[in-house]
């Protein structure tokens, strides 16, 4: 998914909103986005594992032949979170 930067603002704001109890719920989101955005690029790296790629051929016949196209577009996408979270100094953006 591709939200614009203002629709991210949004959504963070209201979950602040709903879980307002929680004092701490703002510093330690900040404290774990660098994570979950590596947690992120390691799950689009999945297409490198043997295991998970067996699993996508099987269900879409074909799909082998474009192997190496397909783990250079997720490498990419790999690399774009990454840079994300280094050019923002590991900060959230959208908080």
């Known amino acids: 998914m591709d939200l614009k930067s203002t629709h991210k603002r949004k959504w963070l704001s209201g979950l602040f909103d709903i ?32 295991d998970g790629w ?16 397909i783990q250079e577009r997720q490498l990419r996408k790999a690399e774009k979170i990454c840079n994300h979270i280094r050019d923002n100094k590991i900060e959230c953006p959208y908080v």
């Open 19 to 50: 879980f307002d109890q929680d004092p701490d719920l703002q510093q330690r989101f900040r404290a774990a986005w660098p994570l979950y955005g590596l947690r992120w690029a390691l799950i689009v790296l999945n297409e490198f594992r043997q």
């Open 54 to 69: 067996q699993k996508r051929v099987h269900a879409k016949e074909g799909l082998q032949q474009d192997r190496k196209k």
